[in-house]
């Protein structure tokens, strides 16, 4: 435990010391919000309380997904090298960012929520604190699948690979739009990406129905991501270890 | 100290070390010595932990290698050859975490830290980035990185390469003083001989992936009718001195 809040408090300080790369990660989805929210506010496809919980997804891509950046360099330097010869165990050694990943997220996401209060989003609060618990829960995931793909293809792949993969992610998970208004081929592929049922969860939540299935969906599908990511995480931690 | 039986090493076809048996007892230098490519970082992965061998068996500082690798971290300090600091983050804050990883308090690791650096003649750079640092005070500082524990037995991956003669010379200094004031043990790589021959108590020479000469530098001198480990070094390995050295 002590190890977890020195890695996790240590990562904050460092996160929160560097406030460029801290607005940056979340900068695509604040400009959705302010340059393609009025828009889609007009379009009739939905207010303000459909597009947020998108954003919220495409900031969860953006900001944990890219969080396997930050250990390419600690592995370059052999920061990375030297936290692993202390006995602190693997998922510790994870976690500690991850935790971090999430505080940022949630810092990141609430300055998107409030933006959209400004600019006309009405929500329950209720609603809008388990979005954010629930966005929370994803970027366990988003964080720890990042850490493992950043440990496991080429150093200077990770970035070029990740940006990419993040537009049709995004795409799909129907942040932008809702997926209702898709053909049936692309609902299909929709529904394969977990992201998907996020954003529906999401909605659900900031609609006020807290006792629909797609809030059920989305809760069970964001827990099965996260357990995955970690485990997955955990696995590339340990590998090369005696 | 350490006390390993038939470690080996296989990278998919590659086999980076073939069967190594090796002793060192509490309080030696040991110098680990090979040419580039011989097999010396990945045993010395192999020894603290951070690469699974093949086979064999292994005792480091009293704990099992394969059973109980947690025990091992614990006593033991790890200096890569590569260094352990980020360029961009103060010195200090990265000490501490690392201190507090092996258990310390807050305060107790900010005592620590204090007192290493100035017992390495770092006094105050806690603040500072490596970047405005000379080779000599950076090797100090990862030094410092691995002694935070106390551990009884410290790994160093060529310490001194890229150093110039009076760097190396203070950091063998500090070195020896460790193992004279703490009794640390010390088991190192390097591919400056002539410091091996003035500083280990043994050396231990590697060439694709087997031990091939091992004894006090003045044995391994003696043996081989050789004037200086230079010698005994080419003798043993039938290369170009040039070829090991180089990089």
Redesign the interface.
């Known amino acids: 435990m002590?190890?977890l809040a020195?890695?996790t408090g240590?990562y904050l300080?460092?996160s929160f010391g560097n406030k460029f790369s801290l607005v940056f990660s979340a900068l695509q989805p604040f400009l959705y919000l302010v340059l393609f929210g009025p828009l889609f506010q007009r379009s009739g496809v939905g207010s303000w309380a459909v597009l947020v919980p998108g954003l919220l997804v495409q900031l969860g891509l953006t900001s944990a997904g890219m969080a396997g950046f930050t250990i390419v360099?600690?592995q370059r330097?052999?920061?990375l090298?030297?936290?692993?010869?202390?006995?602190?165990?693997r998922v510790t050694l994870l976690l500690g960012r991850v935790l971090r990943d999430s505080v940022v997220l949630l810092v990141q996401a609430a300055t998107i929520i409030v933006a959209g209060y400004a600019l006309g989003l009405r929500a329950p609060i209720a609603g809008v604190l388990g979005a954010l618990l629930l966005i929370t829960v994803l970027s366990v995931g988003l964080a720890s699948l990042s850490y493992t793909a950043a440990l496991t293809i080429r150093q200077e792949l990770f970035a070029p690979v990740m940006s990419t993969l993040v537009v049709p992610l995004m795409l799909l998970s129907g942040a932008l739009l809702p997926m209702s208004l898709a053909p049936a081929w692309l609902d299909v592929v929709s529904r394969l990406t977990p992201f998907r049922y996020a954003v529906e969860g999401l909605r659900a939540l900031f609609a006020g129905s807290y006792t629909s299935p797609a809030l059920v969906w989305g809760v069970v599908v964001s827990l099965a991501f996260a357990v995955l990511g970690v485990t997955l995480g955990t696995k590339r931690f340990q590998r090369?270890?005696? | 100290m350490i006390h390993a039986r038939g470690l080996t090493k296989t990278f998919g076809p590659v086999e980076a070390v073939r069967g190594i048996d090796l002793d060192v007892s509490p309080g030696e230098i040991v110098g680990f010595l090979g040419p580039n490519g011989a097999g010396k970082t990945t045993t010395l992965r192999m020894l603290t932990t951070l690469l699974r061998p093949t086979s064999g068996a292994a005792t480091v500082a009293g704990a099992d290698l394969f059973a109980d690798p947690a025990a091992v971290r614990r006593r033991i300090g790890y200096v890569a050859q590569g260094g352990a600091f980020a360029p961009f983050s103060a010195v200090g804050e990265e000490l501490v975490l690392q201190a507090r990883l092996y258990g310390l308090s807050g305060e107790q690791a900010r005592e620590r830290v204090t007192t290493l650096l100035a017992e390495l003649d770092l006094p105050g750079v806690e603040e500072r980035t490596t970047v405005t640092m000379s080779g000599g005070q950076k090797r100090r500082l990862d030094i410092a990185m691995g002694l935070l524990h106390r551990p009884e037995l410290l790994f160093l991956d060529e310490p001194t390469t890229g150093l110039d003669p009076q760097s190396r010379a203070n950091l063998w200094d500090h070195v020896r003083r460790l193992r004279e004031r703490d009794g640390l043990t010390v088991f190192l790589t390097t591919h400056y001989l002539e410091e091996a021959d003035a500083l280990c108590d043994r050396v231990l020479i590697i060439d694709h992936g087997r031990i091939v000469a091992a004894g006090t530098p003045d044995e391994l001198k003696s043996e081989h009718g050789a004037r200086t480990l230079d010698d005994v070094f080419l003798a043993v390995t039938g290369r170009e001195l040039r070829e090991g050295a180089a990089a």
């Not at chain 1, 090298?81 to 165990?89: D, F, I």
């Open positions: 002590t190890a020195a890695l240590h300080r460092v360099f600690d330097f052999g920061v090298e030297r936290l692993r010869v202390t006995p602190v165990s090369e270890n005696a």
